[in-house]
């Protein structure tokens, strides 16, 4: 079983490029897991170091439809924001207007405008900041240590999904 420090290093040493280009290795990484513990330390690591997956949704969609919730392997910070959570609730993305439909959002719509301005530096043509509601057991896992109140969540469950266009967005 890998440890966290084996993940950082197979997932961010200088093989895997960067922010944008790593999935891949990621998704080995993924693969190559034998327990659900193992497959959610290497996702709770990896994850939120990648940018710009969206030609990678499906897969990693069909790897998280294949484990249980990360419930029984948050860290205690994940999971006192998992559990303050209500059984439907709303959630925000901020992303090009053909992408709403993903796996992160944000309980925080401030974060999502961030994102849609090019948060990270990353372009985003035709933003939008994204709104729906969804229920809990439709999350996958969160995250609190980015400080994004990161939600990954099956976007196929995600109703009344609305979109307000960002105006005066440089890209």
């Not at 190559?32 to 030609?55: P, S």
Request: proline share 5%; charged share 25%.
């Amino acid at each position: 079983m890998l440890t966290v420090l084996e993940i950082q290093d197979r997932s961010l040493g200088p093989h895997s490029g960067g922010s944008e280009h790593r999935a891949p290795v990621f998704i080995e990484l993924l693969n190559g897991a034998t327990t659900h513990e193992e497959f959610w330390r290497i996702f709770q690591t990896g994850y939120y170091t990648l940018d710009d997956i969206w030609q990678y949704r499906t897969e990693l969609k069909r790897l998280l439809d294949r484990r249980p919730s990360a419930g029984n392997y948050f860290d205690k910070s994940d999971k006192a924001s998992y559990d303050r959570l209500p059984e439907l609730f709303t959630v925000y993305r901020g992303c090009s207007f053909p992408k709403i439909r993903a796996l992160s959002w944000t309980t925080d719509r401030s974060i999502a405008e961030e994102f849609a301005r090019g948060h990270r530096i990353i372009a985003v043509p035709l933003a939008v900041v994204a709104q729906a509601t969804i229920p809990k057991e439709a999350v996958y896992t969160v995250a609190t240590g980015r400080s994004e109140s990161e939600v990954v969540v099956n976007w196929r469950r995600l109703r009344q999904v609305s979109f307000t266009p960002l105006k005066n967005v440089q890209v």
